[in-house]
């Protein structure tokens, strides 16, 4: 009986789980894009073609790895750029 009891339990926590991590990944888009937004510069007359560091944040964050979130919080941060809204 406590097995059926644990597994309803964990039936209802995993689509949960599944929100948050896209809530997560949302949010790493949206870092990924406001650090090449305003801190990668290709052309102009200062390029900036950001750290190799955020450059792969931000390239994890794409590709729906949310390991880069802490580096591109920081790297906005760094830069005096508010971070965008989180969920």
């Known amino acids: ?3 059926v009891q644990w597994t309803a ?3 209802l926590l995993l689509p949960l789980s599944t929100v948050a991590h896209a809530d ?4 790493c888009q949206a870092l990924a894009a406001k650090y090449q937004a305003t801190l990668v510069k290709i052309s102009g007359h200062n390029p900036n073609p950001g750290t190799a ?3 792969v944040a931000a390239y994890q964050c794409l590709q729906g ?3 880069g979130i802490p ?3 920081r790297k906005l941060r760094d830069g005096k750029i508010e ?3 989180r969920g």
């Not at 997560?24 to 949010?27: F, I, K, L, N, S």
């Open 1 to 3: 009986m406590k097995l």
């Open 9 to 11: 339990a964990l039936a």
């Open 24 to 27: 997560d990944v949302a949010y």
């Open 53 to 55: 560091e955020g450059n």
């Open 65 to 67: 790895n949310t390991a």
């Open 71 to 73: 580096v591109l919080e």
């Open 83 to 85: 971070l965008p809204a």
